[in-house]
Nanobody, 116 residues
């Protein structure tokens, strides 16, 4: 069973940067997609960024060039570098891993708070 462990959330001032990390363990099968979603209180979970095992990426519309996703397939680790953070980026960020044999797996979430 795949487990995802996230790190890197925290409190930052508007305009600052944070880097999230997520390491997957426990899978003997390939992980096709890894990435990040976020969910603010009272809102639906939305895509921040996702990367396939071949390197193709997809970003949420709100990102607008501020976030960069990176992935180390050998380590089953995905990173999200977030720059020019805004108060509206405040949310719980969830790591995601998906694949044909593992289904959809979610991390426990890490809080990102951006102060104005």
């Amino acid at each position: 069973q795949v487990q995802l462990v996230e790190s890197g959330g925290g409190l930052v001032q508007a305009g600052g940067s944070l880097r999230l990390s997520c390491a997957a363990s426990g899978s003997g099968f390939s992980i096709n997609a890894m990435g990040w979603y976020r969910q603010a209180p009272g809102k639906q979970r939305e895509l921040a960024a996702v990367m396939s095992d071949s390197g193709s990426t997809n970003y949420g519309d709100f990102v607008k060039g501020r976030f960069t996703i990176a992935r180390d397939n050998a380590k089953n680790t995905v990173y999200l570098s977030m720059n020019s953070l805004k108060p509206e980026d405040t949310s719980i960020y969830y790591c995601y891993a998906g694949g044909r044999y593992i289904g959809n797996v979610w991390g426990q979430g890490t809080q990102v708070t951006v102060s104005s």
